[in-house]
């Protein structure tokens, strides 16, 4: 083989292993980077002030399910909080327990697993303002009596227990959205509807204060 | 030689007439805190120019017009502004100020471009001036107009134009002309993020802001197959729907081809169309990035696009009437929109499609809805007859009974027609239903979750027995 190839042949395979090596290296940085995941911990989150202390008294609470049967389309079931002074943090229990879900093998979950509640308040008129994250939509299933299920759920297990809650008023993502999954509509505060439900009339509201 | 001198010549001409292109004369309101001045503004060598002694009057400034000196002075106090005829220099107290279009002077009337305001008025009086380029208007002072907003979108036989004005205002149709509509609102000054809407169609063939007046208006050059226009309030009056309907005889929302409807040797057909019923509005659940619920295989929102072409097919043909469709295609639209095509069209049944998903995948959970009674508030607050006036979420009530038997229907034929399938009659606050004001329900079909039903529901032979059970529960109806 004259030299002049033996070079040539040299110098090709220098270079494919250099440049095989810098592949090697881009693809194992790219990975790298994949995989990277930030930590939970933010040192800047601040300190989570508990929804009840120690000295408040238990309180009985029904918790409406939607049932694996549609039929009826919610169920209650009894639950205990604690009856905190602010009115605000017993209604965060109380979506505590539904976001926990139920351990009935009949009652499915109220709302996606990763759908949290942002931002709670509660007006003069006794309309409580849930700012759900955009999970409860965008992981939403969909279909009607499956929506209806997730939003009355909340609004029933809300406004049978707690008096002072007149309405619900449900925000997605920190905004007023038109439904959650194309149906309901959220653009009003909705009251409880318990046509849809195991109990049977609003005069077994207030039982549950005792 | 010769020959060139004429093609030369002709050139030159067109450039020098070119140059000096003067354009007719154009309102243009100058917007102050309490009053507005309107003038006429002439365009000249592609410049907006604006009459000196006018607004200098309107100002009441005292002035010197020196005709011989072709100076123009003005004074504010100890503040002296003048200008000279064919320059773009002023003086403000000796300090000079270059405009970027000369003064001009033309039978005995001083013009001057816009940015004589913006710059030299404003320095002159304390007062600002500010100009958007590509306006016809100024707003001075402190005049803080609220923005308005237009959007236009064709929804099948409407066009909608959506207005948002940044405060409460009232909004009213002017039609003196049948291919032109003037919106008039009775807010002024407005200042509008863009002057035209880049939008036009079938109804529509151009939308442009028009305040040369002084008077907000929207004028809509139409086709003479606008019909006619109609104003939605909404939001506390500060968002208007302005729709543009079509003629009746051209109603059909798309052209294409309507697939030969089944024979149905269950029920005889009829040859003419019902009374009760002229117009009825299918509108297919979901649609462009709004999927509606999924399956592996198939998305709510093919589903029910299919469903519904089949029963406008099913419709035509056997009980005659105008069908129309919200959407014929896999377009995005919100639940306003859908329920403004049937009020639109004055529609009297609007049959909304959806198919159902449940967790528990054995179940062939489908449901007959209806609008929640109560919703909105307690019925008895709107039950009066003398109650001519509802707000739009409530325009459900002015039809609640025929919607509950038109359910009930519904229900009936149904369970007889798919055995195995629940329909159960169910009442839910539907964004879609709340401000219908003919008899509407929605039918939700099938289970997605359930892989049996996502078979059946996509079986063609199954999509045309549904179709033909809900024309008979119609053609009861219109009974």
Same mark, same amino acid.
């Given at each position: 083989?004259?030299?002049?190839?033996?070079?040539?042949?040299v110098?090709?395979?220098?270079?494919?292993?250099?440049?095989?090596?810098?592949?090697?290296?881009?693809i194992?940085?790219?990975?790298?980077?994949?995989n990277e995941?930030?930590?939970?911990?933010?040192?800047?989150?601040?300190?989570?002030?508990?929804?009840?202390?120690?000295?408040d008294?238990?309180?009985?609470?029904?918790?409406?399910?939607p049932t694996?049967d549609?039929?009826?389309?919610?169920?209650?079931?009894?639950?205990?909080?604690f009856?905190?002074?602010?009115l605000?943090?017993r209604?965060?229990?109380?979506l505590q327990k539904?976001?926990?879900?139920?351990?009935?093998?009949?009652l499915g979950?109220?709302?996606?697993?990763?759908?949290?509640?942002?931002?709670?308040?509660?007006?003069?008129?006794?309309?409580?303002?849930?700012?759900f994250?955009?999970t409860?939509?965008?992981?939403?299933?969909g279909?009607i009596?499956?929506?209806?299920?997730?939003?009355?759920?909340?609004?029933?297990?809300?406004?049978?227990?707690?008096?002072?809650i007149q309405?619900?008023?449900i925000?997605v993502?920190?905004?007023?959205?038109?439904?959650?999954?194309?149906?309901?509509?959220?653009?009003?505060?909705?009251?409880?509807?318990?046509?849809?439900?195991?109990?049977?009339?609003?005069?077994?509201?207030?039982?549950a204060?005792? | 030689?010769?020959?060139?001198?004429?093609?030369a010549?002709?050139?030159?001409?067109l450039?020098?007439?070119?140059?000096?292109?003067?354009?007719?004369e154009?309102?243009?309101?100058?917007?102050?805190?309490?009053?507005?001045?309107? @003038?006429?503004?002439?365009?000249?060598?592609?410049?907006?120019y604006?009459?000196?002694?006018?607004?200098?009057?309107?100002?009441?400034?005292p002035y010197?017009?020196a005709?011989?000196?072709?100076?123009?002075?003005?004074r504010?106090?100890?503040?002296?502004?003048?200008l000279?005829?064919?320059?773009?220099?002023?003086?403000?107290n000796?300090?000079?100020?270059l405009l970027?279009?000369?003064?001009?002077?033309?039978?005995? =009337?001083?013009?001057?471009?816009?940015?004589f305001?913006?710059?030299g008025?404003?320095?002159?009086?304390?007062?600002?001036?500010?100009?958007?380029?590509?306006?016809?208007?100024i707003?001075?002072?402190?005049v803080?107009?609220?923005?308005?907003?237009m959007?236009?979108?064709?929804?099948?036989?409407?066009?909608?134009?959506?207005l948002?004005?940044g405060?409460?205002?009232?909004v009213s149709i002017?039609?003196? #002309?049948?291919?032109?509509?003037?919106?008039?609102i009775d807010?002024?000054?407005?200042?509008?993020? =863009?002057?035209?809407?880049?939008?036009?169609?079938?109804?529509v063939?151009?939308?442009?802001?028009?305040?040369?007046?002084?008077?907000?208006?929207i004028?809509?050059?139409?086709?003479? #197959?606008?019909a006619?226009?109609r104003v939605?309030?909404?939001?506390?009056?500060?968002v208007?729907?302005?729709?543009?309907?079509r003629? %009746?005889?051209?109603?059909?929302? #798309?052209p294409?081809?309507?697939?030969?409807?089944?024979?149905?040797?269950?029920?005889?057909?009829?040859?003419?169309?019902?009374?009760?019923?002229?117009?009825v509005?299918?509108?297919?659940?979901h649609g462009? @990035?709004?999927?509606g619920?999924?399956?592996?295989?198939?998305m709510?929102?093919?589903?029910?696009l299919a469903?519904?072409?089949?029963?406008?097919?099913?419709?035509?043909?056997?009980?005659?009437?105008?069908v129309l469709?919200?959407?014929?295609?896999?377009?995005?639209?919100?639940n306003?929109?859908?329920?403004?095509v %049937?009020?639109n069209?004055?529609?009297?049944?609007f049959?909304s499609l959806h198919?159902?998903?449940s967790?528990?995948?054995? #179940?062939?959970?489908s449901?007959?809805f209806a609008?929640k009674?109560?919703f909105?508030?307690?019925?008895?607050?709107?039950?009066?007859?003398?109650?001519?006036? @509802?707000?739009?979420?409530?325009?459900?009530?002015?039809?609640?009974?025929?919607?509950?038997?038109i359910?009930?229907l519904?229900?009936?034929?149904?369970?007889k027609a798919?055995?195995?399938?629940?329909?159960?009659?169910r009442?839910?606050?539907?964004?879609?239903?709340?401000?219908?004001?003919?008899p509407?329900?929605?039918?939700?079909?099938g289970?997605l979750n359930?892989s049996?039903?996502a078979?059946?529901?996509e079986?063609?032979g199954f999509?045309?027995r549904?179709?033909?059970?809900?024309?008979n529960a119609?053609?009861?109806?219109?009974?």
């Open positions: 083989m004259p030299r002049h190839i033996k070079i040539g042949l110098v090709l395979a220098v270079g494919f292993a250099v440049s095989l090596g810098f592949f090697v290296d881009i194992g940085r790219i990975r790298s980077m994949v995941t930030e930590t939970t911990e933010n040192p800047f989150t601040p300190p989570v002030t508990p929804l009840y202390s120690p000295t008294p238990p309180m009985n609470v029904k918790i409406f399910f694996i549609g039929d009826p389309l919610l169920r209650a079931e009894d639950q205990t909080i009856k905190s002074a602010e605000v943090n209604a965060k229990q109380i539904l976001q926990e879900g139920s351990s009935s093998q009949s979950p109220a709302f996606p697993k990763d759908a949290k509640v942002e931002e709670l308040f509660i007006s003069q008129k006794g309309i409580l303002f849930i700012d994250t955009n409860i939509s965008t992981n939403h299933p279909g009596l499956n929506e209806q299920a997730t939003i009355y759920s909340v609004v029933n297990s809300l406004t049978y227990n707690l008096p002072e309405e619900v008023k925000l993502g920190g905004t007023e959205k038109e439904t959650l999954a194309g149906h309901i509509l959220l653009l009003l505060p909705l009251q409880m509807d318990l046509s849809i439900t195991n109990v049977p009339s609003p005069e077994a509201r207030g039982v204060q005792q | 030689m010769k020959r060139l001198t004429l093609p010549a002709l050139c030159a001409a450039f020098i007439f070119g140059t000096l292109t003067r354009a007719a154009n309102g243009f309101p100058i917007y102050f805190e309490s009053t507005k001045l309107l @003038l006429k503004s002439e365009t000249v060598n592609r410049t907006t604006l009459p000196l002694q006018e607004i200098i009057d309107f100002l009441r400034l010197t017009d005709v011989n000196l072709e100076t123009f002075t003005v504010n106090g100890n503040t002296r502004l003048v000279t005829r064919n320059s773009g220099l002023i003086s403000i000796d300090q000079i100020v970027r279009s000369p003064i001009l002077r033309e039978n005995n =009337r001083w013009l001057v471009p816009i940015d305001l913006t710059l008025l404003t320095k002159l009086t304390g007062t600002t001036f500010r100009y958007r380029p590509g306006t016809m208007r707003f001075a002072g402190n803080s107009p609220p923005e308005l907003v959007t236009a979108q064709s929804l099948g036989a409407i066009t909608r134009l959506t948002r004005v405060s409460p205002a009232r002017n039609r003196d #002309d049948p291919k032109r509509a003037s919106i008039l807010r002024s000054p407005l200042d509008p993020l =863009r002057e035209t809407v880049d939008h036009s169609d079938r109804l063939q151009s939308i442009a802001y028009d305040d040369s007046d002084g008077e907000s208006r004028v809509a050059e139409l086709t003479d #197959d606008v006619d226009v939605t309030p909404a939001e506390g009056n500060e208007f729907f302005v729709d543009f309907t003629k %009746a005889a051209t109603t059909t929302p #798309d294409t081809p309507e697939p030969p409807p089944a024979p149905k040797p269950d029920v005889p057909p009829s040859t003419s169309p019902t009374s009760r019923l002229r117009v509005v299918l509108d297919p659940g462009g @990035l709004d999927t619920t999924k399956s592996a295989t198939l709510e929102k093919d589903l029910t469903i519904a072409r089949k029963l406008r097919g099913a419709l035509q043909s056997r009980l005659g009437v105008t469709l919200t959407r014929d295609s896999d377009v995005l639209m919100d306003e929109a859908r329920s403004a %049937a009020n069209n004055q529609a009297n049944l049959i198919i159902g998903y967790a528990n995948k054995m #179940d062939s959970g449901s007959v609008m009674e109560d909105g508030g307690p019925v008895s607050a709107t039950s009066s007859k003398d109650r001519m006036f @509802l707000p739009w979420y409530l325009g459900y009530r002015s039809s609640a009974q025929a919607s509950s038997r359910a009930q519904l229900q009936d034929e149904l369970t798919i055995p195995g399938w629940k329909f159960p009659l009442k839910a606050p539907l964004g879609v239903l709340t401000s219908t004001s003919m509407s329900i929605v039918i939700e079909i289970n359930n049996v039903n078979q059946t529901l079986d063609a999509q045309t549904l179709a033909a059970t809900i024309v119609v053609q009861r109806f219109a009974q």
